[in-house]
């Protein structure tokens, strides 16, 4: 028995639903077809997002801020979604499916982001004119919100569970396996920034030179042909089996603590009721969030009988160890808010840089850069920057501090840094684009200074990117409860979301605040309006962000009282070094 289970995956099983065999499924050339959905999601939800708001503004005919929304909105779409798409791989489909399912949507998506572009019924009249220009209408904008959330609803599913079906591949339990899935994950941010990379040259290039339709349908073929690669892997793909939403069992301990809330909490916490079961992952009780001890509270009715038997509703009754887990993502909250400013600056990289990099002089000898291939000095500064950071100040950390580099946090507090001396770099170099405005007229197609100018704002924001991105999920990861992998996932996801979101919301605020008609600090025309103040403004409120992130820090990591200690010891260091 000893030997069979040696070459079986304990808890996966094959295609058949057999357990899997070390020698016949999973391994690398599994991991990389399902790294190459991966890479041509990013070509498509990049290549459209990064180059939307020329097409919104230029084509289409909307105002500056109503294009900025758009695409802003579609961003956090893609991310929000992440949650729903989480919650059928855990609760119903399984990664595999929710993988195909979600890639044919996307494929659907950007087909249809195609035939929008290509026809002269979907789009309004070329401009007669620098003034008369007919926006696009209700029926026009209607398909193109149909194709772009279609390739949202697919990204959101991809999203949630390619990097996961990708780490089952391989046997945590098994050395040499464990090591590859470390490697994986580095390949897995390769590929994201690969797909990045071609999306914002190449993908954007075709674009503006070539056609539209031309680019999206190239992104629809890439998908079908990956798509075409992942089901030729079925046969050697390892498969875990889903073990229920998450979500469920946070609500659960939520109705428990709710149903027991005018019950009074034993002075010996051993009294609260903890599942034998859970002897060799139990979590130690902890004395925050004590409301939520009332659902451990055993009393009358909590157990119901099953013929013979009796068993606990996890509705009325939940043991120490759930309670804590749902604790500890609790405790992840405040650092999570604390981080979502980021992605709100990140928001203005693909938007309203974009926009200034369209007024400005981008030739190059006879070559002419498109506007949205500029956020090629972002996804560069993440090159640089991981590169530095992993062979420089890594080994130079480990002979300092003796330790493996910064620590999540640390990276987290130096990407927020990072984004307010972004968001400064772009105030400046605003300034700098609307004198010479000012100086030549506003109506002036290009104006006679530099792209070059923005380098500043894509690099420190890249650059932030790099550490936020990698310290938020090394965070949400080690810090969240094993059963909670997925969720803490999805949970740092919602960041960038609800940092699109936020931006949105900004953009309509101050539009209404600053001025009406197409006036104000975000003008329909951003050479007539005050770009520099939005991004003095988005300056001022990363850095008060960013002090409440420290005091959010400092409540995470409490100094450890003695009387924590002593429980520790009570059920022996074993559980606690599950923790």
Request: charged share 15%.
């Amino acid at each position: 028995m000893d030997g069979k289970l040696s070459w079986t995956v304990a808890d996966a099983v094959d295609y058949k639903g057999f357990p899997a065999e070390k020698s016949k499924t999973g391994g690398w050339v599994p991991a990389a077809l399902i790294l190459g959905i991966e890479i041509c999601e990013r070509l498509s939800t990049m290549g459209i997002a990064v180059n939307l708001v020329t097409y919104l503004g230029g084509v289409m005919h909307l105002p500056s801020a109503a294009s900025a929304n758009i695409v802003t909105d579609f961003m956090g779409a893609c991310f929000l979604l992440c949650l729903l798409g989480g919650f059928l791989a855990d609760s119903f489909l399984g990664r595999y499916y929710t993988i195909l399912i979600s890639a044919s949507i996307q494929t659907l998506g950007t087909a249809a982001l195609a035939v929008s572009t290509k026809l002269p019924q979907l789009r309004p009249p070329p401009c007669d004119g620098i003034k008369d220009c007919k926006e696009a209408n209700g029926y026009q904008m209607g398909i193109l919100y149909l194709a772009l959330y279609l390739i949202a609803l697919g990204t959101g599913g991809l999203k949630s569970s390619i990097s996961g079906f990708g780490t089952d591949q391989f046997d945590e339990t098994d050395e040499k396996e464990k090591a590859k899935m470390a490697f994986f994950f580095n390949r897995f941010f390769l590929f994201i920034s690969t797909g990045t990379l071609m999306a914002v040259t190449v993908l954007v290039y075709i674009q503006d030179e070539v056609g539209r339709s031309w680019a999206y349908g190239i992104c629809s073929v890439s998908m079908l042909v990956a798509i075409s690669l992942f089901l030729s892997g079925t046969k050697r793909y390892r498969y875990k089996k889903s073990k229920g939403s998450p979500v469920v069992h946070i609500l659960q301990v939520i109705a428990a603590a709710i149903k027991k809330r005018k019950l009074e909490l034993p002075q010996n916490v051993g009294m609260l009721y903890e599942d034998s079961s859970e002897q060799g992952s139990r979590i130690e009780h902890t004395k925050q969030f004590q409301f939520l001890d009332k659902a451990a509270i055993v009393e009358q009715g909590d157990f119901e009988a099953h013929g013979a038997a009796s068993a606990l509703n996890p509705w009325k009754l939940s043991s120490v160890t759930k309670v804590e887990e749902v604790k500890m993502m609790a405790r992840l909250l405040p650092i999570w808010a604390t981080t979502i400013i980021f992605w709100t600056t990140y928001a203005q990289m693909i938007t309203f840089s974009v926009q200034q990099a369209s007024t400005m002089e981008r030739s190059i000898g006879s070559f002419q850069i498109p506007a949205g291939s500029l956020t090629v000095f972002f996804v560069a500064a993440i090159l640089i920057t991981l590169g530095v950071y992993d062979r420089i100040i890594m080994p130079l950390w480990k002979k300092w501090k003796g330790k493996q580099g910064f620590t999540n946090i640390q990276r987290m507090a130096i990407g927020l840094v990072l984004s307010i001396l972004g968001m400064a770099a772009a105030a400046i170099a605003e300034r700098k684009r609307l004198a010479v405005a000012k100086a030549v007229g506003g109506d002036t197609a290009t104006l006679p200074i530099s792209v070059f100018l923005l380098i500043p704002q894509f690099f420190l924001v890249g650059a932030g990117e790099a550490f936020i991105y990698t310290g938020q999920l090394d965070f949400f990861i080690t810090k969240s409860p094993k059963g909670m992998k997925t969720m803490s996932t999805g949970l740092f996801l919602t960041t960038l979301s609800l940092g699109f979101f936020i931006s949105s919301f900004l953009v309509s605020v101050v539009k209404r605040v600053t001025g009406t008609d197409g006036e104000g600090w975000l003008a329909d025309n951003i050479n007539y309006g005050r770009l520099d103040c939005f991004y003095g403004l988005l300056t001022i409120l990363s850095l008060i962000n960013f002090v409440a992130f420290l005091v959010c820090v400092i409540w995470y990591v409490p100094q450890k009282r003695k009387d924590q200690q002593k429980s520790g010891m009570v059920n022996g260091n074993m559980a606690e070094e599950k923790c």
